[in-house]
C-alpha cells in the first residue's frame, strides 16, 4: 500500500515552459514533505521541501505548492531549463520517522 | 563534509554469493537509511538506525538481508545468498533533522 503515490511515470515538457509533477499522499500524519532530484549514477539531492502548516513555499524557479484538504502537491518548475532533466521524488515524513518515497517522475526538458 | 559515502558503487555477483554494501554515513548525523531503487518499487525503505540502534527492519525482504551499524560512522548491508532479483540500486541515507542525505548508491547486478 503506498502512502505517496506519483501517477506520472514520465513528462516532457519543451524549454522554457512550466514543468508540473504532481503527488499524492495517503497517510493526514504526514507533517512536512519534500521534494528530491535525481540524476543517473547519482543519489538523489534534496530540492525543496514545505511545511504541512503552509501551502506554497518558493525558492527561485521551483515552488511547492500543498493541497492537504486534497492530500495532494505539486512541483512547480518554471521556465523549464534542459538541466532540469532528471527523475523527481516526491517524499513525506512526520517527526523522525523515515521519509516514504514516491515512485518518481522522469522529467525530459526538450530544447 | 564529504557527505554519504557508499562503496562498492557498483558490484557483480554470481548467484549464491554474499555480497556486502557499506555505507560512512555525515560525522553528527543520527539516522541511517538503507533504500533499494528498482523500477517496479522507486526508493523503498529496507532499514533504519537511530543512534546506531535499528528502529525498523520491516521492509528487509527476506531473511537472506541483514544490516548492521557497529558504531556511529559505519554501516553494513549484507545479502546471503544473493539472488539475481536482488539486482537494484542500493543506497545508503543520513540525517539528523528532516532532510536525508544520500550516498551515490552501490549498483548491484547478480547473475
Known amino acids: 500500500d503506498q502512502q505517496v503515490k506519483q501517477n506520472s511515470p514520465s513528462l516532457s515538457v519543451q524549454e522554457g515552459r512550466i514543468s508540473i509533477l504532481n503527488c499524492d499522499y495517503t497517510?493526514?500524519?504526514?507533517?512536512?514533505f519534500l521534494w528530491y532530484k535525481k540524476y543517473p549514477a547519482e543519489g538523489p539531492t534534496f530540492l525543496i521541501s514545505i511545511s504541512s502548516i503552509k501551502d506554497k513555499n518558493e525558492d527561485g524557479r521551483f515552488t511547492v505548492f500543498l493541497n492537504k484538504s486534497a492530500k495532494h502537491l505539486s512541483l512547480h518548475i518554471v521556465p523549464s531549463q534542459p538541466g532540469d532533466s532528471a527523475v523527481y521524488f516526491c517524499?513525506?515524513?512526520?517527526?523522525?520517522?523515515?521519509?516514504?518515497f514516491g515512485k518518481g517522475t522522469r522529467l525530459s526538458v526538450i530544447a | 563534509d564529504a557527505g554519504v559515502i557508499q562503496s562498492p558503487r557498483h558490484e557483480v555477483t554470481e548467484m549464491g554469493q554474499e555480497v556486502t554494501l557499506r555505507c560512512k554515513p555525515i560525522?553528527?548525523?543520527?539516522?541511517l537509511f538503507w533504500y533499494r531503487q528498482t523500477m517496479m518499487r522507486g526508493l523503498e525503505l529496507l532499514i533504519y538506525?537511530?543512534?546506531?540502534?535499528?528502529?525498523?527492519d520491516s521492509g528487509m525482504p527476506e531473511d537472506r538481508f541483514s544490516a548492521k551499524m557497529p558504531n556511529a560512522s559505519f554501516s553494513t548491508l549484507k545479502i546471503q545468498p544473493s539472488e539475481p532479483r536482488d539486482s537494484a540500486v542500493y543506497f545508503c541515507?543520513?540525517?539528523?533533522?528532516?532532510?536525508?542525505?544520500f550516498g551515490q548508491g552501490t549498483r548491484l547486478t547478480v547473475v
Open positions: 560525522s553528527g548525523h543520527n539516522s
Open positions: 541515507a543520513s540525517s539528523l533533522v528532516g532532510e536525508a542525505f
Open positions: 497517510n493526514s500524519m504526514f507533517d512536512y
Open positions: 538506525f537511530n543512534n546506531n540502534v535499528p528502529i525498523d
Open positions: 517524499a513525506a515524513g512526520s517527526g523522525n520517522t523515515p521519509l516514504v
